[in-house]
């Protein structure tokens, strides 16, 4: 199985701060058949279901704001928040679809300083 | 409006089963691949099972291989989750999502909860 590990665990973060997320896999999840990487970000606010921000690896899903931003490559992914929004209190949470299990990093909650 | 309602969730004893149903609205179940992810209390997210658009693959988590069938009835524009031998390790949120790769459309989810 390929193991998501997502840093830091939680941070908190001034309203119009840059947020900064990393996402390592223990396997490299670029297919060399398509030059993509198999790699999602998702929110999840407080009570809600998951919601889709990036799909791969930098790919923003319709109707996210272009203040996320996906970027990365092979193993090392990071999810950049340009300017920190009120309504951006989630968990944030990595996932491989490269190979069956798809597997979801621990999350990160980011919270408001 | 596209929109996933889950239902089926309850209480369960160990060993017993339960069937989840998602009802989708604003597509089609069977244009898509279709997905089941859980979340346990205060815990991350585990993929658990998804079918393709054709109905002819479909993939499981190990944990739940062998216990759960996932299905769908187009006739419904439905999917489900069928869970036998429950377990406490099975309590958990189930989301019924569209998609098997990026999962863009989420239930609300029910609420699955293996006890005596």
């Known amino acids: 199985d390929i193991v998501m590990t997502q840093s830091p665990d939680s941070l908190a973060v001034s309203l119009g701060e840059r947020v900064t997320i990393n996402c390592k896999s223990s396997?490299?999840?670029?297919?060399?058949?398509?030059?993509?990487?198999?790699l999602a970000w998702y929110h999840q606010r407080p009570g809600q279901p998951p919601n889709l921000l990036i799909y791969?690896?930098?790919t923003r899903e319709s109707g996210v704001p272009d203040r996320f931003i996906g970027s990365g490559s092979g193993t090392d992914f990071t999810l950049t928040i340009s300017r920190l929004q009120a309504e951006d209190v989630a968990v944030y949470y990595c996932q491989q679809y490269s190979s069956t299990p798809y597997t979801f990093g621990q999350g990160t909650k980011l919270e408001i300083k | 409006q596209v929109q996933l309602v889950d239902s089926g969730g309850g209480l369960v004893k160990p060993g017993g089963s339960l069937r989840l149903s998602c009802v989708a609205s604003?597509?089609?179940?069977?244009?898509?691949?279709m997905s089941w992810v859980r979340q346990a209390p205060g815990k991350g997210l585990q993929w658990v099972s998804y079918?393709?658009?054709?109905?002819?693959?479909?993939e499981y988590a190990d944990s739940v291989r062998g216990r759960f069938t996932i299905s769908r009835d187009s006739t419904k524009n439905s999917l489900f989750l069928q869970m036998n031998s429950l377990s406490a390790g099975d309590t958990a949120l189930y989301y019924c999502t569209r998609g098997h790769w990026a999962l863009n459309v989420w239930g609300q989810g029910a609420m699955v909860t293996v006890s005596s």
């Open positions: 079918i393709s658009d054709s109905g002819s693959t479909i």
């Open positions: 396997q490299s999840v670029l297919h060399s058949s398509d030059n993509k990487n198999y």
């Open positions: 791969w690896a930098s």
């Open positions: 604003g597509f089609t179940v069977s244009d898509y691949y």
